[in-house]
């Protein structure tokens, strides 16, 4: 009785057939320490019974067609009672006034179907047994009447083929339970109360979860059925519950399609699906065991919510400055080298391999950096840009790893996550790359190596996820033979590389990039024909800061023009915004770089040329004021230029 016992907090409740039963299951019961509900009832009294003890019990033990009467009337589970051919013999062998009467037929009533063994007990006992089933009472008083036409003048059975038999004459015989089939029943009693207060435990898990969730989830069964209508789909559907549970999904839900993926058994992802008069997202999967479809459950998104969600997550990464805000389309150019760099840089957005860009000062390398992340698939996650030359040397270990709680000195005691982690999932640039501590270095390598982090002051190993795209305006090369560099490092990071041009190698973007800048400044601008009159003077300049200087001057330029009131020409306010720059301070002079390769001829025309250009845009194109400063008379002025196509 150990097993039993070991349940003992089960509520049991018997309902029994005839007295005798109860006596038995009372001793079977307090061996076991229950204390049971124990009464005397058939068929529709036993349901009625049973339906009022319903709330305080866990299982109801009850026999044939009472247990059967039982079960349609209340949820808990109902164990009913076999009758054992064990039964039958000693049902016989006990009642001394059949056995002296010596009956050679008996008619047996068993609840619904035959019961097995009953030929062994005919020969073993030299009896004629003839089976009788029902279902209905009905059934029990024909068969007692076709019983006594065939002469048979004795009835086995429950009590109410016993109650029958005596109103047509007949003998009768109770099969009553033996202590086993108790204890049997019992013990089933017991594990299926278990079973049930897991199961139960389960399902209210399981709806806290669907009825706390913001998705809308639908299931049905293998007939199509709703079983699973939580609230959130009730919200988005704005169907009350009691009009779904247990329908056909198509009957209820609105422009449903999970009666044909049942059908079809395939999955639906992020299926767009038109919901009173809105938007939401359905995905649809079958429920398969083995190769059976068990049904479909689907998830339900309303698309606004999304992309709210998407909105205050871009917000947050925003201000957190962890976001990529220029792409492809942002770098214009006309140059044919940066067309083509533009192309490699899309290509090298579909790998996860690190990239080095390499440029001068200004050139634009973030601005690439940007656009390869926002063009790959970590372009959801974020961007974290990092300027190595910006921060001292002591600090950024701990910035770029995070630190432990009371790691140093001054360091947080709760810690702080790096800018490796905060990259997770996403892209880190780091910008002046070359400028990295050799100390740190190494630990960067590891970081390209393992996909992993330590923390400054930590003893656990971080997997981190990232893509690294580094930038530099040195020559890496060099500081590599200088030994200030490592070289393991250096092909690390240099999987692909991208070197950027100065802007003074790439003149046809310079107006471009004037025009995009002016826009950008100021929308009242002729753009196009400022340009234009000023490009002879943009073209020739050297441009030492690159884009960003070109911005710069295009900035003071269009803010010269909106409060100049025409006071000077535009050739004027270029030479104001651009001479007066730190860039170029000194006035009297420019800086003339020019190509060796092409000969001491050529090169000297090229540089007269830059000369004769400059000095005519200071001059607003007056050419015999030009002539003049340069010391040379207005007709050399002009063949020199002729012969320089000018």
Same mark, same amino acid.
């Given at each position: 009785?150990?097993?039993?016992?070991?349940?003992?907090?089960?509520?049991?409740?018997?309902?029994?057939?005839? #007295?005798?039963?109860?006596?038995?299951?009372?001793?079977?019961?307090?061996?076991?320490?229950?204390?049971?509900?124990?009464?005397?009832?058939?068929?529709?009294?036993?349901?009625?019974?049973?339906?009022?003890?319903?709330?305080?019990?866990? @299982?109801?033990?009850?026999?044939?067609?009472?247990?059967?009467?039982?079960?349609?009337?209340?949820?808990?589970?109902?164990?009913?009672?076999?009758?054992?051919?064990?039964?039958?013999?000693? *049902?016989? &062998?006990?009642?001394?006034?059949?056995?002296?009467?010596?009956?050679?037929?008996?008619?047996?009533?068993?609840?619904?179907?035959?019961?097995?063994?009953?030929?062994?007990?005919?020969?073993?006992? !030299?009896?004629?047994?003839?089976?009788?089933?029902?279902?209905?009472?009905?059934?029990?008083?024909? $068969?007692?009447?076709?019983?006594?036409?065939?002469?048979?003048?004795?009835?086995?059975?429950?009590?109410?083929?016993? +109650?029958?038999?005596?109103?047509?004459?007949?003998?009768?015989?109770?099969?009553?339970?033996?202590?086993?089939?108790?204890?049997?029943?019992?013990?089933?009693?017991?594990?299926?109360?278990?079973?049930?207060?897991?199961?139960?435990?389960?399902?209210?898990?399981?709806?806290?979860?669907?009825?706390?969730?913001?998705?809308?989830?639908?299931?049905?069964?293998?007939?199509?059925?709703?079983?699973?209508?939580? #609230?959130?789909?009730?919200?988005?559907?704005?169907?009350? &519950?009691? +009009?779904?549970?247990?329908?056909? @999904? +198509?009957?209820?839900?609105?422009? /449903?399609?999970?009666?044909?993926?049942?059908? &079809?058994?395939?999955?639906?992802?992020?299926?767009?699906?038109?919901?009173?008069? $809105?938007? %939401?997202?359905?995905?649809?999967?079958? %429920?398969?065991?083995?190769?059976?479809?068990?049904?479909?459950?689907?998830?339900?998104?309303?698309?606004?919510?999304?992309?709210?969600?998407?909105?205050?997550?871009?917000?947050?990464?925003?201000?957190? !400055?962890?976001?990529?805000?220029?792409?492809?389309?942002?770098?214009?150019?006309?140059?044919?080298?940066?067309?083509?760099?533009?192309?490699?840089?899309?290509?090298?957005?579909?790998?996860?391999?690190?990239?080095?860009?390499?440029?001068?000062?200004?050139?634009?390398?973030?601005?690439?950096?940007? &656009?390869?992340?926002?063009?790959?698939?970590? *372009?959801?996650?974020?961007?974290?840009?990092?300027?190595?030359?910006?921060? #001292?040397?002591?600090?950024?270990?701990?910035?770029? =790893? $995070?630190?432990?709680?009371?790691?140093? /000195?001054?360091?947080?005691?709760?810690?702080?996550?790096?800018?490796?982690?905060?990259?997770?999932?996403?892209?880190? =640039?780091?910008?002046?790359?070359?400028?990295?501590?050799?100390?740190?270095?190494?630990?960067?390598?590891?970081?390209?190596?393992?996909?992993?982090?330590?923390?400054?002051?930590?003893?656990?190993?971080?997997?981190?996820?990232?893509?690294?795209?580094?930038?530099?305006?040195?020559?890496?090369?060099?500081?590599?033979?200088?030994?200030?560099?490592?070289?393991?490092?250096?092909?690390?990071?240099?999987? =692909?590389?991208?070197?950027?041009? #100065?802007?003074?190698?790439?003149?046809?973007?310079?107006?471009?990039?004037?025009?995009?800048?002016?826009?950008? =400044?100021?929308?009242?601008?002729?753009?196009?024909?400022?340009?234009?009159?000023?490009?002879?003077?943009?073209?020739?300049?050297?441009?030492?800061?690159?884009?960003?200087?070109?911005?710069?001057?295009?900035?003071?330029?269009?803010?010269?023009?909106?409060?100049?009131?025409?006071?000077?020409?535009?050739?004027?306010?270029?030479?104001?915004?651009?001479?007066?720059?730190?860039?170029?301070?000194?006035?009297?002079?420019?800086?003339?770089? @020019?190509?060796?390769?092409? $000969?001491?001829?050529?090169?000297?025309?090229?540089?007269?040329?830059?000369?004769?250009? /400059?000095?005519?845009?200071?001059?607003? +194109?007056?050419?015999?004021?030009?002539?003049?400063?340069?010391?040379?008379?207005?007709?050399?002025?002009?063949?020199?230029?002729? %012969?320089?196509?000018?």
């Amino acid at each position: 009785m150990k097993d039993v016992q070991d349940s003992s907090k089960v509520r049991l409740a018997l309902i029994s057939t005839y #007295p005798g039963m109860s006596i038995i299951f009372k001793q079977v019961a307090e061996r076991a320490g229950f204390d049971p509900y124990i009464t005397v009832a058939a068929l529709g009294e036993a349901a009625l019974i049973a339906k009022s003890i319903e709330p305080q019990i866990d @299982v109801i033990l009850s026999r044939g067609g009472t247990a059967e009467y039982i079960k349609e009337a209340v949820e808990i589970p109902v164990v009913a009672i076999p009758v054992t051919p064990f039964d039958v013999m000693c *049902s016989i &062998s006990e009642n001394k006034n059949c056995m002296e009467k010596v009956y050679k037929k008996i008619a047996l009533f068993s609840y619904k179907e035959k019961m097995s063994g009953i030929r062994d007990i005919e020969r073993m006992l !030299g009896l004629e047994i003839y089976e009788y089933t029902f279902h209905l009472q009905e059934d029990i008083e024909a $068969g007692i009447q076709d019983a006594k036409e065939k002469g048979i003048a004795l009835v086995m059975g429950g009590i109410l083929a016993i +109650q029958l038999a005596k109103t047509y004459n007949l003998e009768s015989i109770l099969i009553e339970c033996g202590e086993e089939a108790l204890y049997r029943s019992m013990y089933e009693a017991v594990n299926l109360a278990e079973l049930r207060r897991v199961e139960r435990s389960r399902a209210a898990r399981i709806k806290v979860v669907l009825d706390s969730v913001v998705q809308g989830v639908i299931a049905t069964d293998e007939m199509g059925y709703v079983t699973i209508y939580n #609230p959130a789909a009730q919200r988005i559907f704005n169907i009350p &519950s009691e +009009q779904v549970l247990g329908r056909k @999904v +198509q009957d209820v839900i609105p422009n /449903t399609q999970m009666h044909k993926v049942l059908e &079809s058994g395939e999955v639906q992802m992020a299926e767009l699906q038109d919901v009173n008069g $809105g938007i %939401i997202a359905t995905s649809r999967i079958p %429920i398969m065991v083995g190769s059976k479809r068990f049904g479909v459950v689907s998830t339900f998104e309303d698309v606004t919510k999304i992309q709210y969600l998407e909105q205050q997550i871009r917000k947050q990464m925003h201000a957190k !400055g962890f976001i990529a805000k220029y792409t492809f389309k942002d770098i214009l150019t006309k140059s044919p080298i940066m067309i083509e760099l533009k192309e490699m840089a899309a290509l090298y957005a579909t790998t996860d391999s690190s990239v080095l860009i390499q440029g001068e000062s200004g050139t634009g390398k973030e601005l690439f950096s940007q &656009s390869i992340h926002c063009h790959s698939r970590r *372009s959801s996650g974020p961007f974290v840009a990092v300027n190595c030359a910006a921060i #001292p040397e002591h600090l950024l270990e701990s910035e770029l =790893f $995070g630190y432990e709680g009371g790691a140093f /000195t001054g360091a947080k005691k709760e810690g702080k996550q790096g800018l490796f982690e905060l990259a997770h999932k996403g892209t880190i =640039f780091l910008d002046e790359i070359g400028e990295i501590p050799k100390a740190l270095q190494s630990r960067l390598l590891r970081v390209l190596q393992e996909k992993e982090i330590m923390r400054v002051g930590g003893d656990k190993i971080i997997p981190i996820d990232i893509r690294i795209i580094s930038a530099t305006n040195k020559n890496l090369e060099k500081k590599m033979e200088q030994g200030e560099f490592r070289e393991d490092l250096y092909y690390r990071l240099n999987v =692909f590389n991208l070197k950027i041009p #100065p802007l003074r190698e790439r003149k046809e973007d310079i107006i471009v990039l004037a025009m995009a800048f002016l826009e950008r =400044f100021s929308t009242d601008l002729d753009s196009p024909a400022i340009a234009r009159e000023l490009k002879s003077s943009l073209v020739v300049y050297d441009w030492p800061g690159n884009i960003r200087e070109l911005y710069n001057i295009m900035e003071r330029l269009s803010l010269m023009i909106s409060i100049s009131e025409k006071k000077w020409s535009l050739e004027k306010m270029l030479q104001k915004v651009m001479y007066d720059s730190i860039s170029n301070p000194n006035l009297d002079s420019i800086a003339i770089k @020019v190509d060796l390769d092409q $000969g001491l001829k050529s090169a000297i025309e090229q540089v007269e040329k830059i000369i004769i250009d /400059t000095m005519l845009a200071r001059c607003d +194109q007056r050419q015999e004021l030009a002539a003049k400063k340069l010391g040379i008379g207005r007709t050399t002025l002009w063949r020199k230029g002729k %012969i320089n196509g000018s």
